[in-house]
C-alpha cells in the first residue's frame, strides 16, 4: 500500500496489465494504465504478473470493486487481501538459493 510501490500485475480472465499505485484511499489500490479494449469487471482477481522482477507471477493482490474508464484507458480500484498497515500480519516469501560452482 506505500504509494512509493508500484508493480505489475494482471486483472481477471482476461489478464489485463496494469501498474498497481499504493495508498488510493480507505486502504484500496488503484491500477492504472489499463488497455480501454481489454474487459474488465468487478469482482475480478488481480495477480502479479512476474514481469516486473519484483514479485514472481500469480502473486494474489487482491480484488477489483471499481472502475474508472476514460478515453484511452482505464483504472481498476482494488481491495487488497493483505492488510499490510495492520500489525497482525506479517509475511515472508522463502525460496532456495543454489550456490553456483
Known sequence: GNEKSNYAVYIGKNRAPGIVYGNYKDNLLSIKFV????????????????????????????????????ADMQEAIIEPYAKALREEYFYVYKTKFHKLL
Open 35 to 70: 488497455p480501454i479494449w481489454i474487459d474488465i469487471q468487478r469482482g475480478d482477481e488481480v495477480i502479479t504478473s512476474g514481469k516486473d522482477n519484483i514479485f514472481f507471477k500469480g502473486l494474489k493482490v487482491g480484488k477489483v470493486v471499481g472502475i474508472k474508464k476514460m
